[in-house]
């Protein structure tokens, strides 16, 4: 499971109105959370985040699957 949690404190800003076409005006503040099941073939240690332009970006890489074929005498 992977959990992303963001959260925007409330700062005081003096001089500066906001408009009402700001999806998230910069006076404004509060919390995200969730939670996205992972399968189990993903390799936890290469996942990485990063933020580009305001822009979280996930990279979760899956395990390459290798298949064992194993021949089993029937008797």
Do not use: C, H
Not at 3 to 18: D, F, M, N, Y
């Amino acid at each position: 499971m992977i959990v992303v949690k963001a959260k925007k404190i409330k700062k005081r800003q003096v001089g500066r109105l906001t408009t009402d076409d700001e999806e998230w005006p910069a006076t404004s503040f509060g919390k995200y959370s969730s939670r996205i099941a992972l399968s189990e073939n993903i390799e936890f240690e290469k996942i990485k985040a990063e933020v580009k332009d305001g822009v979280l970006y996930i990279t979760i890489p899956k395990a390459s699957t290798i298949s064992n074929i194993i021949e089993i005498d029937v008797q």
